[in-house]
C-alpha cells in the first residue's frame, strides 16, 4: 500500500482561478509535510511546508494540515500559466529511521 | 551562493557494471540525500548523510551504496547494475537533514541510462 496518495491528474484549472490539489498519507509517525513545484525536466523546488495542523499562507500559496483525517492540501490563488507544473507531496516519516516519502505527484494545467 | 552540483549529467552503462555519481551540497549544509525518480516509481528516498555518517535509509537493495566527505560532498555507486536502475537520480542537500525537518535544495539529477 502506497503511503502517500495524490490525484496524479491532469487538473485543469483557468488562469486565475484557485486550484485545489490534495494529499492522504497513512498512519505513521509523520513528523512534516511539503509541496513541491517539478516543471517538466527540471528538478523540484520547494513550495511550501508546513509542520502543524492549520493552514500556513506564503503569498498565492496555502497549504492546509489535518493529522487526525491525514490530509494535506495546497491552495493556489489567482493561478498563473506559469503555475502549470507537477506538484508533488512529501511527508517526513519516523519509523526506524526517518524516510521522506513522496507522493506520485499532481500534473496541474492552468489554461490561459 | 551556488546551488547543489551533480556530476555527471548523464550516464549509460552495461548490466552489470558499476557507477559512481557525485553531489556537492550547498556550502554550509551538513546533510545529502538520495532519491531515485523514474516514471513508474515516481521519487523514491535512497539514503541520507549527515556530517559523513548515512543516518537514514530508504528501502533498496545493497547494491546502492553512498559515503560522504569531511566537505560534505557526497557520492552514491550502485553496483551490478540492472535495467531497472535506469532513472534519474538527484541529490539535495539541506541544513538540517530529515531529522530537522529541513526543506531540500535539489541538484539537476544524474540522467543513468543502463543498457
Known amino acids: 500500500q502506497k503511503e502517500v496518495e495524490q490525484n496524479s491528474g491532469p487538473l485543469s484549472v483557468p488562469e486565475g482561478a484557485i486550484a485545489s490539489l490534495n494529499c492522504t498519507y497513512s498512519d505513521r509517525v509523520s513528523q512534516s509535510f511539503f509541496w513541491y513545484r517539478q516543471y517538466s525536466g527540471k528538478s523540484p523546488e520547494l513550495i511550501m511546508s508546513?509542520?502543524s495542523n492549520g493552514d500556513k499562507e506564503d503569498g498565492r500559496f496555502t497549504a492546509q494540515l489535518n493529522k487526525a483525517s491525514q490530509y494535506v492540501s495546497l491552495l493556489i490563488r489567482d493561478s498563473q500559466p506559469s503555475d502549470s507544473a507537477t506538484y508533488l507531496c512529501?511527508?517526513?516519516?519516523?519509523?526506524?529511521?526517518?524516510?521522506?516519502?513522496w507522493g506520485a505527484g499532481t500534473k496541474l494545467i492552468i489554461k490561459p | 551562493k551556488a546551488g547543489v552540483t551533480q556530476t555527471p549529467r548523464y550516464l549509460i552503462k552495461t548490466r552489470g557494471q558499476q557507477v559512481t555519481l557525485s553531489c556537492s551540497p550547498i556550502s554550509g549544509h551538513r546533510s545529502v540525500s538520495w532519491y531515485q525518480q523514474t516514471p513508474g516509481q515516481g521519487l523514491q528516498f535512497l539514503f541520507e548523510y549527515f556530517s559523513e555518517t548515512q543516518r537514514n535509509k530508504g528501502n533498496f537493495p545493497g547494491r546502492f551504496s553512498g559515503r560522504q566527505f569531511s566537505n560534505s560532498r557526497s557520492e552514491m555507486n550502485v553496483s551490478t547494475l540492472e535495467l531497472g536502475d535506469s532513472a534519474l537520480y538527484l541529490c539535495?542537500?539541506?541544513?538540517?537533514?530529515?531529522?530537522?525537518?529541513?526543506?531540500?535544495?535539489f541538484g539537476n539529477g544524474t540522467r543513468l541510462t543502463v543498457t
Open positions: 508546513i509542520y
Open positions: 539535495a542537500s539541506s541544513w538540517g537533514g530529515l531529522q530537522g525537518n529541513s526543506p531540500l535544495h
Open positions: 512529501a511527508v517526513n516519516v519516523r519509523d526506524s529511521n526517518y524516510q521522506l516519502i
